[in-house]
Antibody
Framework: EVQLVESGGGLVQPGGSLRLSCAAS????????MSWVRQAPGKGLEWVAN????????YYVDSVKGRFTISRDNAKNSLYLQMNSLRAEDTAVYYC??????????????WGQGNLVIVSS | QSALTQPASVSGSPGQSITISCTGT?????????VSWYQQHAGEAPKLMIY???TRPSGVSNRFSGSKSGNTASLTISGLQVEDEADYYC??????????FGGGTKLTVL
């Protein structure tokens, strides 16, 4: 069974930084696009960013461009999200998700359990 | 990057069928056959139910089906069961190479 385990969340002040990690196991990590999806408390899902297998392509939702950076380390089967200049509206549960096919990123077939990020003074 | 439009809530009785709509534009739902649907029970991670408009992953009940007409996609659940009560989200690839979600629909099984 595929496993995606997020870590690194917590409480951070506005303007601060945080780095989320996602440890992947039980599948060939370097064959899949990977994504981050977030969910603000009581709200819906929002795709945040995704990254190609070799890291050569990355896409972001407009609201995080220039502040968040997605990256991966295939040797460590790990996905990351560096979040800078954090705002209150970034408060959410952040999910690590595997994109469902090796040749595109159009849906998410596996999800982590989520990691809560709270941006507050 | 506007969210897709879903009804806030739908309801049905056990055994009935319900349909959840997901309306976008020609830049997302209408332009590509890359609509997916997710089920999320309270406090849990989302689960993929449908991808590529109408394809069910292995292990998902055939009571769940998807379709699309123009800029609107639909998820139909037949033979409603109590355990189907959850939030449902649609998603689509967009012409900006991004992914967009709907606002979510709360399904209540009466």
């Amino acid at each position: 069974e595929v496993q995606l385990v997020e870590s690194g969340g917590g409480l951070v002040q506005p303007g601060g930084s945080l780095r989320l990690s996602c440890a992947a196991s039980r599948f060939i990590f370097n064959k899949y696009w990977m994504s981050w999806v977030r969910q603000a408390p009581g709200k819906g899902l929002e795709w945040v960013a995704n990254i190609k297998q070799d890291g050569s392509e990355k896409y972001y939702v407009d609201s995080v461009k220039g502040r968040f950076t997605i990256s991966r380390d295939n040797a460590k089967n790990s996905l990351y999200l560096q979040m800078n200049s954090l705002r209150a509206e970034d408060t959410a549960v952040y999910y690590c998700a595997r994109n469902g096919r090796v040749y595109d990123y159009y849906f998410f077939d596996q999800w982590g359990q989520g990691n809560l990020v709270i941006v507050s003074s | 990057q506007s969210a897709l439009t879903q009804p806030a809530s739908v309801s049905g009785s056990p055994g009935q069928s319900i349909t959840i709509s997901c309306t976008g534009t020609s830049c997302d739902v209408g332009g590509y056959n890359y609509v997916s649907w997710y089920q999320q029970h309270a406090g849990e991670a989302p689960k993929l139910m449908i991808y590529d408009v109408s394809t069910r992953p292995s292990g998902v009940s055939n009571r769940f089906s998807g379709s699309k007409s123009g800029n609107t996609a639909s998820l139909t659940i037949s033979g409603l069961q109590v355990e189907d009560e959850a939030d449902y989200y649609c998603s689509s690839y967009t012409c900006s190479d991004t992914l967009s979600f709907g606002g979510g629909t709360k399904l209540t099984v009466l």
